[in-house]
């Protein structure tokens, strides 16, 4: 069984893009907690006064890219918590560069519902 | 465009394909913005940073909206992107071309999207252009230039903007001193802004405040426990921090040398300092933004406009009660509450009139693209200097002001600025420049259009102007200058000669008034022959709230927007001359027709019912007792015409409500603190009709 | 500098003279309280802008504290006239709260310093003993 509640920190500067993660996973789990960062840094503060069960980061971003934030989700706050990248065509390279830094998956946009189920369940500890 | 996210409610999708449109189409405007900014200067690495992480996320967002020809096409433009900051690709103009025309076809593929026009917009030009610009760049002979940013100097708190850098380099030059001074409030003093207004009068009086952190106008003040300065001075730095220590307002006063390096406090070590180095407390801010419907904010506003419109009607009960009833406590206490109601609608009015104002620069950020492709077009070389860009106002009228401003400006790249070889020959700079000034002054928003071209040939436009027999011969030969210039904005002069041809884009100086009176606005301009030309666009604020002119006319009351009062003047009655039963008044050299509101009226059917006083017309202007009466010049393009008042009541802040009445001089209605109804007329048609009734 | 709750007398020794302006006695006793751990004493009332400047010159006080709103003549138009007439004028603003655009446009008119309702008395001695203070430095 999945667990209660997953809280899921979605990463992203584009509010589209947000709200489009936002709602897939609200269709695939249905009781899920989402809590939104418009980039590294602001991801960050939010990690620092909560626990999340998943990140859900893009990797280009102003302020803090992805890459810097997984490493200072690794490095600065220490926490395990399971990092999934999300890329794009033509970003083969940061993403080997993000798994090697500690992410722990991937999946490539255009984001399907299915994919982005399987790849989250996998993290859930079911 | 169609739901092919089959997981999504169709009500989801909806949402989000508003939201990526919004968000797109100003992904848009930015990335030309840093586009010009990067072809500009080459060199700026956070430029091309922006360019890339906005086409990044066009590219992320068109995916998942399945607009897959925009997302193919981003991604070749992002191996440009990727030599540019390899350095491996030089930014130039055909650079720049190149990354233009991505922006120009992203945007018709988004409108098509969001309109639904099934057309396809073609992408292979576009990326064999790509293609063939790559193949002859990466042509190894030129030898690549080493990949080493220039240290970019760290900011303080993000606060400190390239302005501010710059004043306090050249305060540094001129061999001041610049210090950081740090003054914690009294944790007793309130009203700090009060406080820091004192504190800055007293360390202004020793040098130059450069930056407030935060700003002390800001209503932020009063939270916060300490402010800091970045302050240029000769004095020492004693003195400083004597006139910094003022009993009640601070408790402690720290003062050092200015470093670009040091100041803000991180906890960071350095290592991590530089992600953190830009999220400092403005970040928190933008996670309390909402986005709101304007109608919406329309709705607010109506019901203040109400509730304002019922405090004066209460304000004026409770002045007849105490009228009546004298000092009875009852009614002190009745106007206590009376005044606190308009203290709150007056901040409640302001503050929903605040959410509608937007900055001008809405409009403005889309021109530099449009003068630089033009002048390259048209062979010119010109500067665009944009001052006022912040400056607000509302958004119903910047929606629409845009089109006249774009007008404006392509009169002035195609017909204003000279060709560089024809400058240089009247001694000119080779490069011309055309400025755009925006401001607010008396409750209205000024935008001013110049530039220092050739200016316009009056008397080409005069003969124009005959040939088409708009004035007479003789008129036109004294005809003023100033009254000459206005027939531009005649429609019939817009479209035949080169004078006054508009680059043939279908719109004339004509639309350009039209627009600007149907905001209730006033467009002027001045030229002076080889010394340029200039547009004034006057603005009322809002649309919702005007600044009227309130005056009686017969029994009823009516008002005029300022915006489109030129002049109040007091005249006596020996000073109109009637020809032809026409009265009409000298004013400023020329000779204006005045009108009386009753004959104006008489000829609007429907506004004769509205009206009361249209059935007794006699009405008693330059009665025996009275000599002297007011008229109201008022300015619409190249007419100039008077109102005759009986009595003036003064500048009144007007809610517009608006009244379905069929005439079309009334534009809407106002009520008074009486209660009595006060008609706003509408000039456009008010001078029309005055000039049908001649 | 003195000690903070001694009593201030001004260079002839003589208390300094105050001058108290608001529309409400109430409010009027309160700031007695300043004047009375100051050490000064009260040389008129005034409930109004147009007494508070009769008033003044008629008086020539020391102090006036001053409430920035009441009828007749606001706090801040019977500042203006108060420094037309004597530009040493020491006077200090008593507001409430929210008036900030009007307390600035006293202290640009002339006024020195302020005070803001509710009175916390020992805060204001401190404003009004400071800036009787500087002035006697200025002297």
């Known amino acids: ?126 | 465009m169609e739901n092919n996210l089959t997981h999504l409610t169709d009500k989801e999708f909806e949402s989000l394909r508003v939201s990526f449109f919004q968000q797109s189409f100003e992904i848009l405007e930015s990335l030309s913005e840093e586009i010009l900014r990067f072809e500009n200067n080459p060199d700026d690495e956070d430029a091309l940073k922006n360019i890339q992480r906005y086409v990044h996320t066009l590219k992320g967002d068109s995916a998942s909206m399945g607009l897959s020809s925009l997302t193919e096409t981003a991604h070749r433009l992002e191996d440009i992107l990727h030599m540019l900051r390899e350095r491996s690709l030089q930014m130039d103009r055909d650079a720049a071309d190149l990354l233009l025309s991505a922006v120009d076809i992203f945007t018709q593929i988004l409108k098509n999207s969001k309109d639904e026009n099934p057309s396809v917009v073609s992408t292979k030009n576009l990326i064999e252009r790509v293609d063939s610009y790559l193949n002859a760049c990466s042509n190894p002979s030129s030898p690549q230039i080493p990949l080493n940013p220039p240290l970019l100097k760290g900011e303080i708190g993000g606060l400190l903007t390239e302005y501010h850098q710059l004043q306090i380099e050249s305060a540094l030059k001129d061999g001041l001193s610049v210090y950081e001074i740090k003054i914690t409030f009294d944790a007793q003093c309130r009203e700090r802004g009060v406080g820091a207004f004192m504190l800055n009068n007293q360390i202004a009086a020793l040098g130059e405040v450069i930056r407030w952190m935060p700003d002390i106008e800001d209503d932020g003040i009063e939270m916060t426990d300490e402010i800091r300065a970045i302050f240029s001075s000769r004095a020492d730095t004693d003195i400083i921090e004597k006139s910094c220590r003022m009993a009640g307002v601070s408790s402690e006063v720290e003062i050092k040398p200015f470093s670009f390096d040091s100041p803000h406090p991180n906890p960071l070590p350095q290592g991590e300092r530089e992600y953190f180095a830009a999220s400092p407390k403005s970040s928190p801010h933008r996670d309390t933004t909402l986005r709101v419907d304007a109608k919406r904010i329309d709705e607010i506003m109506d019901l203040v406009g109400e509730l304002i419109i019922g405090r004066s009607m209460l304000a004026q009960s409770v002045y007849e009660l105490r009228e009546r009833l004298g000092k009875e406590e009852v009614v002190s206490n009745l106007e206590n509450i009376n005044s606190l109601f308009e203290r709150s609608l007056s901040e409640l009015q302001k503050d929903v009139m605040t959410v509608r104002m937007v900055p001008i620069d809405h409009v403005l950020r889309k021109f530099p693209r449009v003068v630089r492709d033009l002048s390259i077009e048209k062979g010119k070389e010109i500067r665009l200097e944009i001052d006022g860009a912040e400056t607000e106002l509302d958004k119903g009228i910047v929606d629409v002001i845009g089109e006249p401003l774009m007008h404006i400006l392509r009169n002035s790249i195609d017909h204003g600025i000279e060709l560089p070889e024809e400058r240089a020959q009247k001694g000119k700079d080779r490069c011309g420049a055309i400025k755009i000034n925006s401001y607010h002054e008396g409750g209205q928003i000024i935008i001013e259009i110049g530039d220092d071209g050739k200016g316009i040939n009056i008397e080409k436009l005069k003969q124009k102007a005959v040939e088409m027999g708009i004035i007479k011969e003789e008129d036109a030969a004294k005809m003023p200058d100033e009254e000459a210039l206005d027939l531009i904005f005649h429609s019939g002069l817009t479209t035949a000669d080169e004078v006054t041809e508009t680059s043939g884009r279908g719109i004339g100086m004509d639309a350009v008034r039209r627009t600007v009176e149907e905001l209730k606005g006033l467009v002027q301009v001045r030229s002076m022959p080889d010394m340029g030309t200039k547009f004034i666009i006057r603005l009322p604020l809002t649309l919702a709230i005007i600044q009227g002119m309130v005056f009686k006319a017969g029994e009823e009351f009516f008002a005029i927007p300022l915006s489109s009062i030129l002049e109040i003047r007091r005249i006596f009655r020996d000073e109109i001359n009637t020809i032809n039963g026409m009265e009409s008044l000298k004013w400023r050299e020329r000779v204006i027709s005045l009108i009386r509101l009753s004959e104006v009226i008489k000829h609007d059917t429907e506004g004769n019912r509205l009206l009361r006083f249209a059935r007794n017309d006699t009405t008693a202007l330059f009665s025996p007792e009275q000599n002297k009466s007011f008229v109201l010049i008022i300015g619409l393009a190249e007419k100039r015409v008077g109102i005759l008042v009986d009595k003036l009541m003064g500048k009144r802040e007007l809610v517009i409500k608006a009244i379905d009445n069929g005439s079309n001089v009334v534009s809407g209605a106002s009520i008074l603190g009486d209660g009595s109804i006060v008609l706003v007329l509408d000039v456009l048609s008010l001078v029309k009709k005055a000039i049908a009734a001649a | 500098m003195q000690e903070a709750n001694s009593v201030l007398k001004k260079k002839d020794e003589t208390p300094y003279r105050f001058l108290l302006v608001d529309d409400s006695e109430f409010a009027r006793k309160n700031i007695a309280r300043i004047v009375f751990l100051l050490g000064g004493v009260i040389a008129g009332e005034a409930g109004t802008g147009k007494e508070a400047i009769e008033q003044y010159k008629k008086l020539r006080p020391d102090v006036v504290l001053m409430d920035i709103t009441m009828p007749e003549m606001e706090g801040v138009d019977a500042v203006g006239e108060i420094i037309k007439e004597d530009d040493k004028a020491t006077i200090i603003m008593v507001s409430s709260l929210g008036h900030k655009d009007l307390v600035k446009k006293a202290i640009g008119l002339g006024a020195k310093h302020f005070i803001t309702k509710p009175v916390q008395v020992e805060y204001a001695v401190k404003i009004v003993r400071s800036v009787l203070e500087e002035n006697g430095e200025n002297i």
């Open chain 1, 1 to 126: 069984m999945q667990k209660q509640s997953p809280k899921i920190l979605v990463v992203d500067d584009s509010a589209t893009m947000r709200m489009f993660l936002s709602m897939t996973l609200k269709r695939v789990f249905a009781d899920i907690s989402i809590t939104e960062a418009e980039n590294g840094a602001d991801a960050i503060r939010k990690l620092q006064t909560q626990d999340v069960d998943i990140v859900l980061t893009d990797m280009m971003m102003p302020e803090m890219n992805g890459l810097q934030l997984i490493e200072n989700i690794r490095k600065l706050l220490n926490k395990d918590v399971p990092i999934i990248v999300i890329t794009t065509k033509g970003e083969e390279k940061d993403r080997e560069l993000g798994l090697s830094l500690g992410a722990n998956g991937y999946i490539t946009k255009p984001v399907s519902g299915n994919k982005l189920k399987d790849e989250v369940l996998k993290f859930l500890g079911c």
